[in-house]
């Protein structure tokens, strides 16, 4: 148990609706990063929030965005729903900023969109 | 950009026996972090191992340890004694520090595609 938890586990959207999926880091953890998984590939980095800033970002267009809030609980959304959003979306958080150590994983949500 | 290259999409090896996991990444930085994590069917990733790049001796943990070799930016993971829960995908991982438009720093990790890896009774 890493103490991230993700909600919900499994979701079904259809194309060009709008999700909200969510997170909750350990508590100290000021630090979370979101990865999208695609069937079959590794986790490929969205975003990064510190103490409720975006701090960097990832390969990904504004329609994805995120929230992260003083209780240790982040949000990730996604805009107008698109096919190629199916995968694992993954939150990890970690207890320092910049050269962490180790970021401790959610058990992720599964989004298919049909 | 870096990029972490895996090779072996699947291994396999039987309980007891060692294995090794290749991973190969290309970087012009000098100082970065190395790791390999672990994904069960279970879907959370955890992690395995870390090598810090300016250290030379090679990570241990337990039945796991790491060859890593800067000059070749090669950095494998030899797993001893093989059980049955170390069947899993293995995704061996990048991180550097990234500064953003503010000029204040970030971490980020680049993953490889991935290794899964079945222990045989």
């Known amino acids: 148990e890493t103490g991230v938890t993700q909600s919900p586990t499994h979701l079904i959207k259809t194309r060009g609706q709008q999700v909200t999926l969510r997170c909750s880091s350990q508590s100290g953890h000021n630090t979370v990063s979101w990865y999208q998984q695609a069937l079959g590939q590794g986790p490929q980095f969205i975003f990064q929030y510190y103490r409720e800033e975006e701090n960097g970002r990832g390969n990904f267009p504004p329609r994805f965005s995120g929230l992260q809030f003083p209780n240790y609980s982040s949000e990730l959304n996604v805009n107008a729903l698109e096919l190629d959003d199916s995968a694992l979306y993954l939150c990890?958080?970690?207890?320092?900023?910049?050269?962490?150590?180790?970021?401790?994983f959610g058990q992720g949500t599964r989004l298919t969109v049909v | 950009a870096q990029t972490v290259t895996q090779s072996q999409p699947e291994m396999s090896v039987q309980e007891a026996e060692t294995v090794t996991l290749s991973c190969t990444y290309d970087?012009?930085?000098?100082?970065?972090?190395l790791f390999w994590y672990k994904q069960p069917p279970s879907r959370q990733m955890i992690l395995v191992i870390r090598?810090?790049?300016?250290?030379?001796q090679n990570a241990t943990e337990n039945r796991f340890s790491v060859n890593f070799q800067k000059a070749a930016k090669s950095f494998s993971l030899k797993i001893s004694d093989s059980q049955l829960g170390d069947t899993a995908m293995y995704f061996c991982?990048?991180?550097?520090?990234?500064?953003?438009?503010?000029?204040?720093?970030?971490?980020?990790?680049?993953f490889g595609q991935g290794t899964i890896l079945t222990v045989h009774p």
């Open positions: 990890a958080s970690s207890p320092d900023l910049g050269p962490y150590l180790e970021a401790f």
């Open positions: 970087t012009s930085e000098n100082n970065y972090y």
């Open positions: 991982a990048f991180m550097k520090l990234h500064l953003n438009a503010g000029g204040t720093s970030y971490g980020k990790l680049t």
């Open positions: 090598q810090e790049a300016y250290k030379q």
